[in-house]
């Protein structure tokens, strides 16, 4: 596991209960990963940026997006906001 990996891993999982800037404990991620995450089957790649055509993708197969603009004036309702509540949503409890 990359520092990076490490990273994503606790930025993904806070339950793992580490802070990866302080010293040693991303090899205390890595030893978590290795003795449950990778049996959770848990991931720990680092997050990519979804393109709009993956967001809209991703939208339309997950019915738990549909209502991330509810309350929403029609003035805040452009497509680029959209799209960036779609990523946001991706990477917050999408990607995990």
Request: aromatic letters at 10%; proline letters at 1%.
């Amino acid at each position: 596991m990359t520092d990076e990996e490490a990273d994503a891993y606790i930025r993904r999982y806070d339950d793992v209960g580490l802070d990866p800037g302080r010293d040693g404990n991303r090899n205390g991620l890595r030893k978590h990963w290795v003795e449950y995450g990778k049996k959770q089957k848990r991931n720990k790649n680092v997050e990519t940026d979804l393109s709009s055509e993956e967001a809209i993708c991703y939208y339309q197969r997950f019915d738990d997006t549909k209502n991330l603009w509810a309350g929403w004036t029609n003035e805040n309702k452009t497509q680029a906001a959209k799209i960036g509540l779609i990523k946001d949503h991706y990477k917050n409890k999408g990607i995990k």
